[in-house]
């Protein structure tokens, strides 16, 4: 069994200004998504999912999927607003524009994974390490259901220079399996070294060396029934918001807590960048190139 990685694609980053997922940051152009392909493939992954919106495909299919034929198979699904079960289509806001969240995005793929498979961002870099625990794990539990994991980041490894970031904080039990994810905004390091985060306009603590989520999920396909039932619940309460999203680490920790689940935290030692601000991209570039430069990767990947 191989598993499958997918990778969330659908969304456009709007304090970086446009479609970051077919952004060229690497020396021959690479994109973001094209190094977690890569490294996928050398973790033993079989196929790459893609969902992104409908406005864009040709743009994607061309510059994205063009370069992957004859390397690993690949598909794309759709996310779209109304991708909803039909009882609750004429309750949606007629001022809402924006879909569901990531865990709508995720429910897209039922009808094309069958195995185990990762979540993943299209902008954001996890690293090779990241990719290699990730489809160990998938591999571990092949014909199981309810064995989870996510690949946890220290907190350190995951800031911007440009800004306060937003970041789920795991909490992790003795035998290291996750408990809960509570999301945490504006964490950033002070000159002196020490973390903070914002809440309700406040500065506060951050705990060094914290373990935290960058949206890299590992699933048994029996992920896909428990995010519908929890889809329509989520419905039934938010149908007419406008601004209401449906979040992969809700689902998780409503399983998590109803003891339905486990779900192993895989610590990984990579550093994560990816381009949270437009200021981010000149770093994000020098990075790619400093990796190229040594022999993480080759001059050309595909």
Not at 48 to 76: M, N
Not at 252 to 263: P, Q, Y
Request: aromatic share 12%; proline share 5%.
């Amino acid at each position: 069994m191989k598993p499958t990685l997918f990778i969330l694609a659908a969304g456009m980053g709007s304090r970086y200004g446009g479609l970051k997922q077919l952004d060229g940051l690497g020396p021959n152009g690479e994109t973001i998504m094209d190094y977690s392909v890569y490294d996928a493939i050398r973790a033993g992954f079989g196929k790459i999912v893609f969902v992104i919106r409908h406005d864009f495909e040709q743009d994607f299919r061309d510059k994205v999927l063009a370069k992957y034929e004859g390397v690993i198979p690949t598909e794309v699904v759709f996310q779209d607003i109304t991708s909803i079960p039909e009882e609750f289509k004429a309750k949606v806001n007629p001022e809402r524009k924006k879909p569901w969240g990531t865990n709508h995005a995720v429910l897209m793929g039922k009808d094309a994974i069958r195995e185990p498979f990762g979540v993943i961002n299209a902008d954001d870099y996890y690293g090779a390490e990241s990719f290699k625990l990730l489809g160990d794990f998938l591999r571990s539990v092949e014909g199981r259901k309810g064995k989870y994991c996510m690949i946890g980041f220290r907190i350190e490894n995951t800031l911007s220079e440009n800004g306060g970031v937003s970041r789920g904080l795991c909490e992790v039990n003795a035998e290291g399996y996750l408990t809960g994810v509570k999301e945490c905004h504006g964490i950033e390091m002070k000159p002196d070294g020490s973390l903070i985060q914002v809440e309700d306009g406040k500065e506060l603590p951050f705990p060094a060396g914290a373990s935290v989520s960058m949206n890299m999920w590992g699933f048994t396909p029996d992920y896909f029934d428990y995010s519908e039932k929890a889809f329509v619940k989520f419905l039934e309460e938010n149908a007419g918001e406008l601004k209401s999203e449906f979040y992969i680490p809700t689902v998780v920790n409503d399983l998590i807590n109803a003891g339905e689940v486990t779900l192993k935290v895989e610590q990984t030692p990579s550093k994560w960048f990816g381009v949270t601000y437009a200021a981010d991209r000149e770093a994000t570039v020098n990075q790619f190139k400093r990796l190229h430069e040594e022999g993480l990767y080759p001059a050309k990947l595909f």
